[in-house]
């Protein structure tokens, strides 16, 4: 167990801007930040921070909270790993009890993943500078690529012994469960056998964004057997191929901050180009290149450089990943190396200047880069020169923005020679194929042989709960103003001396927070939202006792569901400035303008809200009893009120 003055500690510590910074490029946005959402597929910011009360919230997906809630959301950390995490981002010493044996069986299985995984990579790495066998293969195959003691250990590269079951038979003598060595792929398990997957190989470390290990590239060294040059971990739980970039961990905080990734393909290259001081650098590790793999970078910068072999094979490669970031959104720029050079080869022979210097001169925009590479396999063909255009064309048609698409279309029209009206037809063409394709597709998957469409599946109208969205608007009412001091006109209501009810007036100077509990424990009104009774008391007590409330502090201490619905509540009206809608001439009314009309609003609401109710329930009675003369009188009475309390709402609303 973590002690409470390490949470603490954490907490006080800890800044949500610079957590999600490491994850997301958030641009300030007034007092907040706003950036991309990481939980879905957007172009447009729906993403919030607020570095004032310390929270965040993903409009897109609804979820929200602080810094622990974000990593638990997006790194499927375990609220201890993300205070761990935190504490090791900002140098706070851990102080825990040990985990008993019943603890570390309680593990979830995908946290014994990890376990496994960062056990094996320890193993790999310790064998590689301390064993015989790792210094005299391991180490002299990395010293000859050049890379140095301290780039050895920073990417925590390793050697697995050339014996059947080195790793494996170790792992299981210190308590590791076959059964996830198995699962992360490390071990292969035949009948009564087991053995080591990555038998005599050099081993690369494959991390998250925030620096867990996923899984393992492996590289032979031993050219004469027959087996793969490079060995990569199976699918698991934990590692997806298609949704990781080797290097993200290190390479994280200089994208966003050049505004530029360089895209390689091997792990090589990446450690090369790193040593050589160019640290914005990622691969997709010898797998082709995917669109949440290209989302990853998406979040941290909105450029792409590909570098890629000077060969054909390279080249070949670089056109195949243009359309997939051309489909995101991004600017992407090409650059090959010279005949015979990789970007592991280069960045040995070249200082870091000398590098960048190569980059700004030969990388060039991919319009360009087709162009130059199509056009010269086209070779004065019309037939080949006519299929190039069209080409070019199709990955014109995948850029989302009107303008860029403009634009490409000129220096397309420019550089292969050819009319711009003849370029925009074959766009219209490109564009209407695609939507006769996607038409055809959904027509196929929603259409059932002698399948009948009700009446109640066209148009259907979402349901409101009104008494959800009345609770949510006062738990809304006390974070935002519970300790504010308001006058607030309370009409009280009267029986006058011929039996009626009436209104009297009474002004009053009083907290927020105050009059909501006064007015819902005069009512005996108690929440039915399970989440808004709970916050609902924690609000209260925290009001009542400290007479402030302060946000961050509040939200340390609720569970994840509770802090993402604070979060949604408070950033909720943040949420129209994100996309600027006064520039489009429309307004959004401010809550702060009449705070005791809104908490008079809403409360008057509630009542007449249960008012309703009550008189529906009782009415019900009367239709299985109609003798029953109190419950009649009873109705009569909840009328009356009613009608006084909807007067009282006017009078209000008018204000």
Known sequence: MISKETIDKVFETARVEEVIGDFVQLKKSGSNYKGLSPFSD?????????????????????????????????????YPEAIKYLAKKYNIEVDETEQTDEQKEAANERESLYLVSEYARDYYHTTLLNSEQGKAIGGTYFKERGFSEETIKKFELGYNPDQWDAFTSEALRKGYKLDFLEKTGLSIVKEEKQFDRFKGRVMFPIHSMSGRVLGFGGRILDSSKKAAKYLNSPESDIYHKSKVLYGIYYAKKMIAKEDNCYLVEGYTDVIQMYQSGIENVVSSSGTALTPEQIRLVNRLTKNITVLF??????????????????????????????????????????????????????????????????????????????????????????????????????????????????????????????????????KESSSKPFSVVGNEAINPVEKVD??????????????????????????????????EYALEPVIQKIKVFEKIYLDLQDDEVAFTNTMF??????????????????????INELVPEESAEISSIILNDEKYLLHRWD???????????????????????????????????????????????????????YQSLNTLLGNKLGRVLSV
Not at 45 to 70: L, R, Y
Not at 71 to 78: A, V
Not at 365 to 378: H, P, R
Not at 412 to 423: A, G, K, T
């Open 466 to 499: 009104v008494l959800y969205e009345l609770e949510r608007k006062i738990i809304e009412a006390l974070l935002l103003y519970g300790n504010v001091e308001e006058e607030f006109e309370d009409l009280i209501v009267k029986e006058t001396e011929e039996g």
């Open 309 to 442: 072999d000077g060969d054909a094979a390279g080249q070949r490669a670089a056109i195949r990943g243009i359309d997939l970031i051309l489909e995101q959104g991004m600017n992407v720029k090409v650059c090959s190396f010279p005949e015979g050079e990789d970007p592991d080869s280069f960045s040995r022979k070249h200082s870091k200047e000398e590098i960048l210097n190569y980059f700004s001169e030969n990388a060039k925009d991919f319009i360009q880069y087709k162009a130059n590479l199509l056009v010269e396999e086209a070779a004065g063909d019309p037939i080949k020169k006519a299929a190039t255009v069209r080409d070019m064309v199709e990955s014109i048609a995948k850029i989302p923005d009107t303008i860029k698409r403009e634009i490409y279309i000129q220096e397309c029209s420019r550089i292969m020679e050819i009319s711009e009206d003849v370029l925009y037809n074959t766009l219209a063409q490109i564009f209407n194929k695609n939507k006769k394709e996607e038409a055809k597709k959904t």
């Open 42 to 78: 957007e172009r447009t910011p729906s993403f919030m921070v607020s570095p004032v009360k310390q929270i965040w919230k993903d409009f897109s997906s609804g979820k929200g909270g602080n810094a622990v809630a974000f990593l638990m959301e997006h790194e499927h950390f375990s």
């Open 583 to 637: 520039t489009k001439e429309v307004y959004v009314k401010l809550k702060n303008k009449s705070v005791a009309q809104l908490v008079s609003e809403t409360i008057l609401s509630l009542r007449k809200y249960l008012i309703n109710q009550k008189i529906e329930e009782l009415s019900k009675q009367t239709k299985e009893s109609t003798s029953n003369k109190d419950v009649l009188l009873d109705i009569l009475d």
């Open 533 to 554: 009774r709970s916050l609902y008391s924690k609000i209260i007590e925290r009001l009542n006792r400290d007479n402030e409330l302060k946000v961050q502090n509040l």
